[in-house]
């Protein structure tokens, strides 16, 4: 069945002050209208574990889905992971989203004296990382002999409430990572090239702008193929602006991006500009890569929410 590719938006959360400060941004997040709260897995600047914060925010909310963006593979085995993802699942009544990823941070590797392998290799162990928590989640014990895992008929417990498995997400920048998402996940994140192993890295910012967007999506659409249809693309949005002096800031873009004005600002990690013209610009990157799944941070959820209430679920 095709996606239908309406709307939805998403918060990431990072960190949050207290108990009651935490519930409060989740609750806010569910009113307003986003879909989804979303939690990084990183040692460095990111003190909310994934795991604890997803059912923290599923135990005060109701509709409000809960998901990681994304769980480094390298730092927990795939049986515990399983195991935990499917928990979080029964617990939220079916409202997991399972975000993946192969690891990239170089930093996480080197203060928790984890190895760093390249990144054919640390892919190579995310795809038999995927096939493993699919199977522990299907219905019979399950055994796998692979590289990187051996599961000896091994019933995977508990079952999740949403069938085969919650939706996965799997992101990333370049095409064996987004090869392997077209495959295997549901949710396709649309990101930075990560290859230098930090966010903040010239090639990184270079590759998000609308060309190399147009690249990615092509990487993805020729994995998928017929299954393209079936799959929802989502982009982080980093920073969210609104304003009435649109030129000044598209020129300061401009520069990071190796773009010209009018392209930054149509650039997926970035949204700015007054309501009515964030509005259209998200229906446009929709209608050039059919992104419908956004995710801002959750400091800037009050801003965004007016774009929230005009574009969810259309």
Not at 241 to 263: I, L, Q
């Amino acid at each position: 069945m095709a996606h239908d590719r309406k709307f939805r938006f998403g918060v990431q959360c990072l960190r949050a002050a207290s108990a009651k400060e935490f519930a409060e941004q989740a609750r806010r997040a569910e009113d307003l209208g986003f879909s989804s709260i979303l939690f990084p897995d990183h040692f460095v600047d990111h003190p909310l574990a994934p795991m604890p914060a997803m059912a923290a925010a599923a135990a005060v909310t109701t509709t409000l889905r809960v998901g990681t963006c994304v769980l480094g593979n390298d730092y927990k085995h795939p049986v515990v992971l399983a195991t935990e993802a499917a928990t979080v699942d029964v617990l939220s009544d079916g409202r997991l989203e399972l975000g993946l990823g192969a690891g990239w941070m170089t930093v996480d590797y080197e203060r928790a004296g984890l190895p760093l392998d390249p990144p054919g290799v640390r892919i190579a162990r995310l795809a038999e990382a995927i096939t493993v928590v699919k199977g522990l989640m299907a219905d019979d014990p399950f055994t796998f002999h692979g590289k990187h895992y051996d599961i000896d008929e091994l019933d995977g417990e508990p079952k999740p409430v949403q069938k085969p498995h919650p939706p996965l997400i799997v992101g990333g920048g370049r095409p064996k990572i987004l090869g392997l998402a077209a495959r295997e996940a549901q949710i396709i994140g649309i990101n930075a090239r990560l290859t230098a192993g930090t966010g903040e890295h010239e090639s990184s910012t270079k590759s998000l702008n609308p060309a190399s967007t147009d690249e990615k999506v092509q990487w993805v659409r020729e994995a998928a193929g017929d299954r393209f249809d079936e799959l929802e693309l989502q982009s982080l949005v980093g920073f969210v602006m609104e304003t009435d002096d649109v030129a000044s800031t598209a020129e300061m873009m401009a520069g990071a991006f190796d773009t010209t004005p009018e392209e930054a600002l149509d650039t997926p990690v970035v949204l700015v500009g007054t309501i009515d013209e964030m509005v259209e610009r998200l229906q446009r990157r929709r209608a050039r890569w059919a992104l419908s799944y956004h995710v801002v941070p959750i400091e800037q959820m009050e801003t965004f929410a007016p774009v929230v209430a005009r574009l969810a679920g259309t």
